[in-house]
Structure formats: C-alpha cells, structure tokens
C-alpha cells in the first residue's frame, strides 16, 4: 500500500478530528501530540510524506488550564526538523491572533494584543528562521475564526452575553466554515507553491451577534469595555491566488456547523 503524502500532527485535537471525517481515505496519515516525545517515532512517520500539517500546540483555553503558551513554538520547530529530514513542506496552525486590531495582510506588522497572539508570532518567527536554516519550505496558517470551534457560537451558553460597541455593533470579524476549512487546508497540503505566511478564512466579515441569531441561540449585549476589538478582517488575497473562495454569510457558516461531525 502507498503512504499517504501528508502526516498530520496533533490530529487528536478538533480540527484534526474534523479533517479525518472528511478528507480522502488514504490522503493522511495521522498523528498524535505524543508523537513529540519521539524522534525516531516523528521521523518514521514523516519518511516519504511529501507535507506535514502541523495543528499540534495550545490554545487559549488549554493554556488557562495551566498549558504553556512556549509549547507553540516548541512543537513547530520539532515538526521543521521532521520535514528536514524527510524532505517534506510543513504547513504550521498560526492564528489570525497575531494581527491584534492592526491590519489583516500578511505582511502587516503583527501587534498581537493577547498571550496567545504573542505566542504564535513568537512561533512564526522562529520557524522562519529555523526553515530558512534547515532549508525547508513552511508556511504559517494564520486561521480565522471557525464558525463551531469558535467562542460565540461553539462555545454558546444560556445566558451568553456579547461586547456591544456604539451603534449596537457586536464584535466583526472573518469566518471560515468548518467544511470549508478542511477542503481548503486538504487542497492547500497539495500545493508545492505557498507563500511563508497564509490568511486562511472566507471572504467578507460577520458579526458574533448575526451568527449566533443565525443559529437561534440567544444572548443579550453588554458594553464592550476599552481593549475589545471591534473588527478583524483578514485580507485573502493571497488564498484567493490559490484557491477558489466562496464568501462567508452568518446561515452559511451555521450549516456547516450542523453539517459536521465535530460539534
């Protein structure tokens, strides 16, 4: 049997368990976090990949449950090392956190405004410097916010409550559908030709109170205090470059949450 051409690291996450139920049978091989602990277990694994997806690392709400935000970039540098060795382009989770309120291109300066924006620019920017030694093709996968994965809507709960800025607006930002994310992350593992840093979203911005009112799921507005960011809008012009994009709409983004597996 021949190998899949992609390892998957950190696949026992939600993004990973959402790309295993629906990317190609025989595309992928997966592993998990564990998969760190050992070099010799890493290396088997990516022998004869021709891309590492790297989705391993910690997230906000793993790091407030005493995770260490320096594990980013520890893992990415480990996943580098891999794709050295087997000759492999590695594709790294980054996050559209590392923009802050500043501009949405990815060659604006990154102002994260958050700990885990810092951490990810911290990871991107060792990485770089890690793929230009090694000599290994990598890009940052800086993510949007995932409509189910996401704290509004995939982390709903009675009684949600949503920053409210002048005029009524609730937080804007740019989406990406859950199975639009794994078509999109599927057919970008395939591409020999990315840049080293990559705006992965929909096109077009909603706002948190529209997606949620899409999904019939109440909430009442507060006032957004000082830091509250009202917008965030990725620039996709890159992605659209390389990929067919369909714009986001608050019913768009719901269907693909109740579509998928992974809720």
Do not use: H
Request: aromatic share 4%.
């Amino acid at each position: 049997m021949e190998k899949p051409s992609v390892l998957v690291l950190g696949s026992t996450g939600r993004i990973g368990a959402l790309l295993r139920s629906r990317w190609p049978a025989g595309l992928a091989y997966w592993e998990g976090r564990a998969a760190f602990a050992d070099p010799e277990v890493l290396a088997a694994a990516a022998r004869g990949c021709t891309a590492i997806l790297c989705l391993a690392g910690v997230t906000p709400s793993a790091a407030a449950r005493g995770g260490d935000l320096a594990d980013n970039t520890r893992l990415a540098l480990t996943a580098l090392r891999a794709g050295a060795a087997a000759g492999a382009r590695v594709l790294l989770a980054s996050s559209a956190a590392v923009y802050g309120a500043g501009g949405g291109e990815e060659t604006a300066r990154l102002e994260p405004a958050t700990d885990y924006g810092r951490a990810k620019v911290a990871m991107e920017r060792a990485a770089a410097a890690l793929a230009t030694k090694l000599d290994v093709a990598a890009c940052a996968l800086r993510i949007g916010n995932i409509a189910g994965l996401d704290a509004a809507l995939g982390g709903w709960r009675p009684g949600c409550q949503l920053d409210s800025f002048p005029g009524g607006a609730t937080p804007r930002r740019s989406w990406i559908g859950m199975v639009t994310l794994a078509d999109q992350l599927v057919a970008l593992c395939t591409r020999n030709d990315l840049p080293t840093a990559l705006n992965i979203a929909q096109p077009g911005t909603v706002e948190m109170g529209a997606l949620l009112d899409a999904a019939g799921l109440p909430w009442r507005p507060r006032p957004a205090p000082p830091e509250a960011i009202a917008e965030v809008t990725l620039d996709l012009t890159r992605l659209a470059g390389l990929l067919p994009l369909v714009p986001a709409t608050p019913e768009g983004l719901v269907a693909e949450w109740r579509a998928s597996s992974v809720v």
